[in-house]
Each structure stands twice: as C-alpha cells, then as structure tokens.
C-alpha cells in the first residue's frame, strides 16, 4: 500500500532530479521544507542515492535478492521518469565536473535540454 506520507515526497525528489537539480541541492531542498527519511532523520547524500535507486517506487518488489516481481507493489513513479534518473545518475557519476573534465565544455555530459532530456554539447 502506498504511504501517503511519504509518496509526495518521493515524487519530489524524483522531480527535482530530472529536472536537473543536484543532490546537494534536493537535500537542502527537502530539509529546509522539514522533510525527513524513512527513518525520520534529515536527508542526506546517501538516504537521497537510495531513493533515486530504489525499484519498488515503480512497482518492483524485491525480497533479499531472490524473488523479483514486476508489478508486485503500487507504483509511485512512472517507469519512463525513473529510467530517466537512473540515466542520468550515471552520467552525472561516470562526468564530475568539479572533480576532473577532459571534456572542452565544462557543462558538457551535465546540461540536458528541458523539452526532449538530451544531452547538451557545446560547439565553437
């Protein structure tokens, strides 16, 4: 059964991240709004990670790595939105700019165009 507490909040994140905002960003948003994590605690980095890669919000009910089924739970984010942030969660992991670039355009691999979710290059 869906939580209606806490469904609101997951859709949010999930919004905000494919909507290009940060982690760091989506944590400062959701504690300023006195959201809290499953555990009541303030969102953090990691408690945020583990929301973005948690399957059973579009339906997938797991149990201990054995038993996987597909529409085995109410979903709470749709599947194209979810494959959505999990690509780019591996882009914004596989291109830190402020860490290392070999890219010409420092926003290159991190700037998607808000109508088709692209990736943005730049060009001279």
Not at 91 to 104: L, M
Not at 105 to 110: E, V
Request: with cysteine; proline share 3%; net charge positive.
């Amino acid at each position: 059964v869906i939580n209606p507490e806490e469904a609101p909040t997951v859709r949010l994140i999930f919004d905000l991240y494919a909507q290009g905002k940060t982690t760091a960003d989506i944590v400062r948003i959701l504690n300023s709004k006195g959201l809290r994590n499953t555990h009541g605690k303030t969102f953090t980095k990691n408690s945020l990670h583990s929301v973005l890669k948690n399957e059973k919000y579009i339906g997938v009910y797991t149990y201990k790595d054995i038993i996987r089924v597909e529409d085995g739970v109410p979903a709470i984010v749709d599947k194209e939105k979810f494959n959505k942030v999990q690509d780019m969660l591996k882009i914004n992991k596989k291109a830190p700019s402020r860490t290392w670039s070999y890219a010409d355009y420092i926003l290159t691999d991190k700037l998607f165009c808000g109508h088709c979710g692209s990736k943005m290059y730049g060009e001279c």
